[in-house]
Nanobody, 127 residues
Framework: QVQLVESGGGLVQAGGSLRLSCAAS????????MGWFRQAPGKEREFVAA????????SAADSVKGRFTLSRDNAKNTVYLQMNSLKPEDTAVYYC????????????????????WGQGTQVTVSS
């Protein structure tokens, strides 16, 4: 199975940027479709963005479209979430997730579709 470790979270002012990384170990990340989810205090975990095995298909939640970009570097076994124009409502713990996929082009937007999860990284956006 694959192990996922997120990094890159922190405190940033509104309008700023952060890049989250999700490093995979145990198995090559190229075997998996990947996703990012977030959970704010008192709220349910919500979908942020997803990317297919090949990286050719992506999807993002309406709340982050145009601001967040998901990419992957299979050679480095890492997936990235570039977050720009951050808002206070983006404050949450961000989780990376992986799902075994035969298809190179499929993506999943539901958390129940993912098999493996990282421990999360905190992102705090101050106003």
């Amino acid at each position: 199975q694959v192990q996922l470790v997120e990094s890159g979270g922190g405190l940033v002012q509104a309008g700023g940027s952060l890049r989250l990384s999700c490093a995979a170990s145990g198995r090559t990340v190229s075997r998996y479709a990947m996703g990012w989810f977030r959970q704010a205090p008192g709220k349910e975990r919500e979908f942020v963005a997803a990317i297919s095995r090949s990286g050719g298909s992506t999807s993002a939640a309406d709340s982050v479209k145009g601001r967040f970009t998901l990419s992957r570097d299979n050679a480095k076994n890492t997936v990235y979430l570039q977050m720009n124009s951050l808002k206070p409502e983006d404050t949450a713990v961000y989780y990376c997730a992986a799902r075994s996929s035969v298809s190179y082009g499929s993506i999943w937007t539901l958390s129940t579709g993912y098999e493996y999860w990282g421990q999360g990284t905190q992102v705090t956006v101050s106003s």
